[in-house]
């Protein structure tokens, strides 16, 4: 034991956290993008694994056809949103439950982006294309600061669209969708536009990350809706912890970004202890099950009995305190007053 923890070194530790938190904050535009179809449209939405890696092969592809690397962001941004409308489709048109939906979308993506790169992987040129997300040690500040910017930028269009009166009815019908239809509300319109911006954010995310890691794979987004649920979860949590009833929209989407930089530098931390990268998926899934359940036992340990008991037992103390002080004034100050009596 005393061995393994002497082959720890910190410094490595030190040195692989920039990395991770470059990383966590790519992956935290693709954690807003499923926030915003977990929780704002309450759907279920599988598409991610496939859009994501959808977003990464339009992205590499259309730089080594000599595109602007900057502006393929974008091509990558509206690969996410065809993505998006076709689950929508295959949801509100044809009547597909809206995991099966997903889940057809994301399979049929895999071929999609094998033909797009014509093979499983596709590279980068180094040295020969200047990207602005990279994981060169030289550069890798002025990525987090960048990466740092579209995050902030995300969040503020994400506030603002949200407060319109389309973002309204988009909200409107993920919190009711019976009622909102009763409103007048087109509910399978608002469930397609709200799967096409999830999953154009997180076809951005996909490219952004083949630009920084300098290749895109067809299964570079397998497990990503369980790493996108985890940085939802820990933002959740962490911003409940926190803040509490001070917590607004604002602050919750921030603590999503947060949530994938947390993740990740658990990922960072799990690997610098030394345990197998074969378990990080095993290890993932204990972290998403861990943050799951905190708010659940929690709420259990508030409204069980035996914490009705403490509650009860603390607001008796509290109560009887302040009455015992005064007595004790009262007590002391006739105390005082008998004294004083017979002294004279």
């Not at 500040?141 to 995300?154: E, F, G, H, N, S």
Request: charged share 15%; aromatic share 10%.
């Amino acid at each position: 034991m005393g061995a393994y923890f002497a082959s720890l070194n910190p410094v490595a530790l030190w040195n692989a956290a920039p990395g991770g938190f470059a990383q966590g904050l790519i992956w935290g535009i693709m954690a807003l993008g499923v926030y915003f179809t977990f929780r704002i449209l309450n759907f279920a939405d599988m598409t991610v694994d496939g859009s994501f890696a959808l977003g990464g092969a339009t992205a590499v592809m259309l730089i080594l056809k000599g595109y602007n690397p900057q502006v393929v962001l974008l091509c990558s941004f509206c690969a996410g949103l065809l993505a998006g409308l076709t689950t929508g489709i295959l949801h509100t048109v044809l009547g597909i439950p809206d995991i099966l939906a997903g889940i057809l979308t994301q399979i049929s993506l895999y071929s999609i982006n094998l033909n797009i790169m014509g093979k499983s992987n596709q590279a980068i040129p180094v040295g020969q294309v200047k990207v602005f997300f990279t994981s060169n040690i030289r550069y890798l500040a002025q990525t987090i600061a960048l990466t740092l910017v579209v995050d902030v930028v995300i969040i503020a269009l994400y506030y603002c669209f949200l407060g319109t009166e389309l973002g309204c009815a988009v909200r409107a019908t993920g919190i009711n969708p019976n009622m909102s239809r009763a409103q007048g509300i087109n509910t399978n319109k608002m469930k397609v536009i709200g799967l096409m911006i999830g999953n154009g954010l997180v076809a951005l995310s996909g490219g952004v990350l083949s630009e920084y890691q300098g290749f895109a794979d067809v299964k570079m987004g397998q497990g990503a809706i369980v790493i996108g649920l985890a940085a939802v979860i820990i933002g959740e949590v962490l911003s409940q912890a926190m803040f509490g009833k001070r917590l607004d929209f604002k602050l919750r989407l921030s603590f999503t970004v947060i949530g994938a930089c947390v993740y990740y530098f658990v990922y960072v931390f799990v690997l610098w202890l030394k345990f197998p990268a074969d378990d990080m998926k095993l290890l993932t899934a204990i972290v998403v099950a861990a943050f799951l359940a905190v708010p659940y036992l929690r709420e259990q340990r508030v409204s069980s009995f035996s914490g009705l008991v403490k509650r009860n037992a603390k607001l008796e103390a509290e109560k009887l305190q302040p009455q015992t002080d005064v007595d004790d004034i009262f007590i002391g100050g006739g105390k005082s007053e008998k004294k004083g009596e017979e002294a004279k």
